[in-house]
């Protein structure tokens, strides 16, 4: 697999598998999985974005992402949840999603902001985001609940301006292709 991607919308029928790369035992220390119920709602309210990631024929279901506030009046959009199957991961699927899912933001949604909270321990999606462009902008100290105490969670973001200078880099280097 390449690091081409796909993202359709979720629909209910999909909801097996995004449930079950949620709860992938891999997958699980890296985030809160939603209830089913809580992804329907995201599936249909207008404020949120629910995405499968196709990868390819190899993986016509890599994974799912979810962006919200894409309603919000002051145009900050939440990259909510990205998470890919664990036969998916470290190929390159993750950034080529970053990349589409900032082009959606700021291009097709308008958005001024476009930020994301990560957990302290998981450093590989920390890296992807700040090689994407995202910067850190504090840790919210011992907000989520681990099995043995309390972890950090980091606070990314990007701005439009910022994005917009970052495509406009990449879009001079060949080898850098957006
Ligand atoms: C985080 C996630 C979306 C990244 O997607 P991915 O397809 O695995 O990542 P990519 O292959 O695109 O790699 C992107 C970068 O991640 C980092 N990375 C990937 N695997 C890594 C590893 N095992 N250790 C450390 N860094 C790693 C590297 O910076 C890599 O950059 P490189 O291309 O220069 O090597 C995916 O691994 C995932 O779903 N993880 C579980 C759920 C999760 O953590 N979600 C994010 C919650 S905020």
Known sequence: MSGGIRLRPTMLSDLDFVISVEQDPANRPFITPWDRTQHEGAIRFPDFRHFIVEAGPGYPSAGFVILQGCRNPHRSIELK??????????????????????????????????????????????????????????????????????????????????HAAMHEGRSGHADHPA
């Open 81 to 162: 949840r990205i998470v890919l199957s664990p036969a998916c991961q470290g190929q390159g699927a993750g950034r080529a999603c970053i990349r589409v899912l900032a082009q959606m933001a700021f291009r097709d949604l308008r958005a001024h902001r476009f930020w994301l909270d990560v957990k302290g321990l998981n450093t590989r999606a920390q890296a992807l985001y700040r090689s994407e462009g995202f910067i850190e902008e504090g840790r919210l100290r011992e907000s989520v609940k681990t099995d043995d105490g309390y972890d950090a969670l980091v606070v990314m973001a990007m701005l439009d301006r910022e």
